[in-house]
């Protein structure tokens, strides 16, 4: 294997110059003849760099680690885009990891970090994880920064990225409303989850602007998997003698089981149930109906949320918190209609 000092000695250079060219170091000076024979030499040696070797020397493994509650969640794709895009821009690679394994009272945050495995993670947490075991979690002395994660009193603790799940959850709801329905139900998060509260928040904004309300008996809490909104519609119609003409489902995933809770039912949508979900995927594209979503800007928290870890393992003082600028964007499908169609 090709070494510095092989291509040194093969260009006429010094060692450490031929180590600042290969890293690009934008201080070093010297002629652009040299610079290239530098990396023509280095290509004809097939030269690759030691990274183990570096990573000692800088203290650094070059490596950040992505922390979601569902590596198979189809939602994540786009998160996952991100935060890779971000990361090879400040030349780092991505670890992907199941945070269902990130418990209270788990050392395995520091693990990664303080073996040598990461040097920071971006953690989103699962659903079922209250603000209390949360920060359990993040008081670890390891550079950490949550993904759409803020506890009830501001976990911040080397920063944070959240989306406007608010302002999602208004757009599907006033959707609804503009198709004309008067009665709509939700089915959402369990209610520990902050991005639970603020979808719902949202979904209560929309109704009061429109002089409605949110009626108790039309929603339900059960959490964003397939098969809680499949219980969550099947709840609703055991304790109740009317359903909604419509409902807003926090979560693609739990809109999927809503819909299975449907046919089993017999009830058409959009004919007799309009659904919105928030969250698009490729997913949602191909249920039956496809299903009405609100997009929500993944991608770019993903980018936000490399570049906020990045900067505190530069030691920049971290934000606080950072709200993603891009807007969610509705996507309409035929899962949603006039009532009573």
Known sequence: MATLKDIARRA???VPLVSRVLNNDPQVRL????????????????????????????????????????????????????????????DYIVLLGSADRVRPGSDLLRRLVGEGRVDGCLLQRRDNLDDSALQQLVEADVPVVLVNSVGRRGLRPGGSVTMDDAAGARLGTEHLIRCGHRHIGLVSGLPGHDTAR?????????????????????????????????????????????????????????????????REAGIDVP???????????????????????????LYEMGCAAVTMLVGRLKDERPTEDSVVDAAPELVVRSSTGPPGR
């Open 12 to 14: 006429g250079v010094s």
């Open 31 to 90: 002629r652009e003849e040299t610079r290239e024979r530098v990396l023509r030499i280095a290509e004809q040696l097939n030269y690759t760099a030691n990274y183990a070797g570096r990573a000692l020397r800088l203290s650094r493994t070059g490596t950040l680690g992505l922390l979601v509650p569902d590596v198979n969640n189809a939602i994540f794709a786009e998160l996952l885009r991100g935060v890779e895009d971000a990361a090879d821009e400040s």
């Open 198 to 262: 603020r979808r719902e928040e949202g979904f209560r904004a929309a109704l009061h602007e429109a002089g409605l309300r949110q009626r108790t008996g039309w929603t339900r809490r059960f959490g964003y998997r397939p098969e809680d909104g499949h219980r969550a519609l099947r709840d609703m119609l055991a304790g109740e003698a009317r359903l909604p003409t419509a409902l807003l489902v926090a979560n693609v995933n739990a809109a999927i089981g809503v819909l299975g809770a449907a």
């Open 271 to 297: 004919g007799e149930l309009s659904v919105a979900t928030v969250h698009d995927s490729w997913v949602a594209e191909h249920t039956w109906p496809p299903l009405t979503a609100v997009r929500m800007p």
